[in-house]
């Protein structure tokens, strides 16, 4: 199939409304990736405005939510959407989802910072933490630019990522908890550690979801729950 | 044809090979038609369509005005026999036979293949002799008890028996459009056919109206195949299970209705149910 579209329409004003979803989707997206910026910068560097900062977008993101959402429903419920543009609403709205919830991880991240920062010390010496942080950041913009760009070879390379992230997240654990029995004057800062990490983790499953959706938007196919492989031979055909 | 539609038709096909998706069954098909032409004097309407309608299936053809679906539709109970300028070539088998067969009795084929037309078109006589006409001039009823029931029979499946029961000898025209459209349906099925071919059956009626021509089709789909050509996308998406998508005269692309609502794998049907087209 070429190209897909979204502005050929009989209906300019359809057109319109499908423009505008996508483009608030991008908005939101790119409102998403700087707040996990700001958050992760603000566990790294234990900066407590950046904390604030980071848990203060969270409103914009969900707010950016509810306004996507009820354009989705309207379009649903006046243009009958089909094909493309029904597989276009649906991943849009799941989009918008996995989002909202990156947001609401990226906020958890900023308060964890904000207890470690009380506690008077950093995540110092935890270099897994800048590394999953950095490819979960990736991740997200991955998938976002793969929706942009409806390419879904691109969203197959968020999918791998994912993989790779899921593995270094069970590896950074295990350190942490050698850690904390060596000493466990480290207990409580460890797990402040660990509930970054388990957010940055969950940021890396959502990221992985909006890649699905970005495949099933582009090629029609519902990969979800499927093995990396199978969804590379799905996309091949 | 004009040079530009003609123009038109051979950019848009240059390339054009076959039908997308599953034209042919694998199972048994009711009806089936093999590089079927249609022309009208020296123009052709229909492009070597190849395609089956299962048994018990509802095959919903699509596809933008002039593409040649009511054509084909009336092509497979012979109505186009009576267009003088009308010609057809390929096979059209019912149950393995050919309908063009010189051999083949028209008015009993009409009986094996009803149709259902977008006005309804009841005659101008009683509920009851609507319904009866049919039994009666195939000779499928010799007592006046036994009509009286195919009569109930054809009336309760097209789900029409509750509002008529105590007016059956009133005159047909008196009925609203939707109760005309159902008693068209009780003419159809009163003759038991195998096959119901409809033609925009409910563009004509109002939504509610509309719903229970929808909900009859679903019910007769236990009974009968049923072929029916719609303008509304949303209908064909309801009631279908498996969806043809016409294209000047082509048969486009054919899958099961999930799909073609979903993800089609042909532009042209893509770009048609979207409202990209034109």
């Not at chain 1, 566990?43 to 977008?57: F, H, N, Q, R, Y």
């Not at chain 2, 009986?111 to 509920?127: E, Y």
């Not at chain 2, 071919?197 to 679903?218: F, G, Q, V």
């Amino acid at each position: 199939m070429e190209k897909m579209t979204f502005d050929k329409h009989t209906s300019a004003q359809f057109n319109a409304e499908l423009e505008g979803a996508r483009k608030h989707l991008m908005e939101m997206g790119g409102l998403v990736e700087e707040q996990i910026e700001v958050a992760f910068k603000s566990l790294i560097d234990v900066d407590t405005d950046l904390a604030e900062k980071a848990i203060k977008m969270d409103k914009n993101v969900n707010k950016m939510e509810l306004m996507i959402d009820k354009e989705t429903t309207q379009i649903l419920a006046k243009r009958n959407p089909a094909a493309s543009d029904l597989r276009f609403i649906i991943s849009v709205t799941k989009t918008v989802n996995d989002l909202e919830r990156i947001g609401d991880e990226a906020a958890k991240i900023a308060k964890q910072s904000l207890e470690l920062a009380e506690s008077g010390s950093g995540p110092q010496g935890f270099v897994e933490l800048r590394h999953i942080g950095e490819k979960v950041r990736q991740m997200v913009q991955g998938s976002l630019d793969s929706f942009a760009r409806l390419d879904a070879d691109a969203a197959l390379a968020v999918m791998h990522q994912d993989k790779a992230v899921d593995l270094e997240y069970g590896d950074a654990i295990r350190t942490l908890v050698t850690k904390m029995m060596e000493d466990p004057r480290t207990i409580s800062r460890a797990l402040s550690v660990m509930w970054a990490l388990r957010s940055l983790e969950r940021i890396g499953d959502h990221a992985r979801n909006i890649a699905e959706s970005v495949i099933y938007l582009v090629k029609g196919k519902d990969v979800r729950h499927k093995k990396l492989e199978k969804v590379a031979e799905q996309l091949r055909k | 044809m004009n040079t530009s539609v003609k123009d038109t038709m051979e950019s848009t096909f240059a390339g054009w090979t076959e039908t997308v998706g599953n034209a042919m069954l694998e199972g048994e098909a009711r009806m089936s038609t093999r590089n079927t032409d249609v022309f009208y004097g020296d123009k052709q309407a229909i492009f070597g369509v190849d395609l089956d309608i299962g048994k018990n299936e509802v095959l919903a053809m699509i596809g933008p005005s002039g593409c040649g679906k009511s054509t084909f539709l009336r092509t497979l109970n012979r109505m186009n026999d009576t267009i003088d300028i009308c010609k057809i070539k390929g096979e059209i088998l019912l149950d393995g036979e050919n309908i063009y067969d010189k051999n083949m009795d028209v008015v009993s084929l009409r009986a094996r293949v009803g149709m259902v037309f977008q006005k309804p078109n009841p005659f101008p006589k009683s509920i009851y002799d609507n319904v009866a006409y049919g039994p009666r001039i195939h000779g499928l009823v010799s007592r006046r008890a036994e009509l009286d029931e195919v009569v109930e029979t054809a009336l309760r499946k097209a789900s029409i028996w509750d509002e008529v029961k105590d007016r059956l000898d009133q005159p047909a025209t008196g009925l609203s459009g939707g109760q005309q459209q159902r008693l068209c349906i009780a003419r159809t099925i009163a003759v038991s056919p195998e096959v119901i071919l409809m033609d925009e059956p409910c563009s004509a009626l109002d939504p509610i109206a509309t719903a229970r021509i929808e909900e009859l089709i679903a019910e007769l789909s236990e009974n009968y195949t049923i072929a029916i050509v719609t303008h509304s996308m949303q209908q064909a998406a309801r009631v279908s299970t498996r969806t043809a998508y016409f294209h000047l005269g082509r048969l486009i692309e054919v899958g099961s209705t999930d799909k073609i609502f979903t993800a089609p794998d042909h532009k042209l049907t893509e770009d048609y149910i979207t409202g990209r087209f034109g």
